[in-house]
């Protein structure tokens, strides 16, 4: 056996009890009629999973499917159409939780291994690399979401919420978009913005947030520029498109600023800039620390609520 294919199978194989498949369902004159499937992930021993807003929107009746081929009826806990996310819970005891990584850690060019049930064979894996990183992507409704990891292992419909893996079994994304028509552009949900509203669902039902309406792709700060403002960032966030009349339109940032500070905070990943838009931020100006044509600025801007 290779050494990359035993990387990819030591590190399904830690995911193999974890994986679950989603099915909707209704009952119509007594019977059942499945109405959509995906997929989701166990990341807790008492059996809450993660898998994709999109994937449980109008269920009447949600269950799983383990490897096993148990089935179990799921609770919606909460959903956030904003990334895309929903947490179920099910009775569940016989399996291995999913281990969380750090995206924050994620490296371009770096293994990525996804998991799912596309078109309804289960468990069925593919690899690639992770393809960027800090991508904002416009949602099947139109929402933005941020923190985005955009990888070329294959997703088809049925893969949604399912994990992206790396090299060492750990979660670093939740699979949630391809982009039709194209090959290789797949996206996932960064594992640290997951987390974090993985709390919030989980303790209030749902998450209230704060945003300015900016597309970003994280980038590498060159030595040069590093040097020349004395910044500690080997990373910022490059804005890629401000929305019309959006706090960061009103606020002047441009398209082509980069990102490095968000109230005297250090600003190297979206997951970073995520956690500081919290609910709280509505309403109240922050400052914003760009680079525009090599000169340093900071800006006003005040978030509005999603």
């Keep these: 056996m290779d050494s990359y294919s035993q990387i990819i199978i030591n590190a399904v194989e830690k995911l193999r009890t974890s994986v679950v498949k989603i099915e909707q369902y209704a009952m119509n004159e007594g019977r059942e009629a499945v109405t959509g499937t995906g997929t989701g992930f166990l990341f807790s021993s008492d059996g809450y999973l993660f898998t994709n807003s999109h994937v ?3 269920a009447k009746h949600l269950r799983t499917i ?3 081929g148990s089935i179990h009826h799921a609770a919606l806990i909460g959903e956030d159409p904003y990334t895309d996310l929903a947490i179920l819970k099910i009775d569940a005891i016989d399996y291995a939780p999913a281990i969380l990584g750090d995206s924050d850690d994620l490296q371009i060019g770096q293994l990525a291994i996804a998991i799912g049930n596309p078109l309804g064979f289960q468990h069925t894996v593919t690899a690639g690399v992770v393809s960027a990183l800090g991508r904002t992507l416009s949602s099947e409704t139109g929402v933005s979401m941020d923190s985005m990891i955009q990888t070329d292992a294959s997703l088809n419909p049925g893969n949604s919420g399912g994990p992206l893996i790396n090299a060492d079994g750990e979660v670093i994304g939740v699979n949630t978009a391809m982009i039709r ?3 290789g552009l797949c996206f996932a949900i960064s594992i640290n913005t997951a987390k974090s509203v993985a709390d919030h669902l989980i303790r209030y039902g749902k998450v209230k947030r ?3 309406g900016a597309s970003l792709q994280q980038v590498g700060l060159v030595p040069k520029l590093r040097t020349i403002h004395h910044l500690k960032n080997q990373q910022a966030l490059f804005i890629t498109q401000v929305e019309d009349n959006s706090p960061a339109d009103k606020g ?3 398209s082509g600023d980069i990102i490095y500070a968000f109230n005297d905070k250090m ?3 979206s997951d970073q800039l995520f956690k500081m838009l ?3 931020k509505v309403g109240q100006f922050q400052y914003v620390s760009v680079l525009r044509n090599n000169q340093k600025k900071e800006l006003r801007v005040t978030p509005a609520e999603r």
Excluded: P
């Design 56 to 58: 449980v929107k109008k």
């Design 66 to 68: 383990l490897y096993d």
């Design 181 to 183: 028509g194209a090959q």
């Design 210 to 212: 704060a945003y300015i």
């Design 252 to 254: 002047g940032l441009l």
């Design 267 to 269: 600003i190297e990943t």
């Design 278 to 280: 919290t609910g709280d």
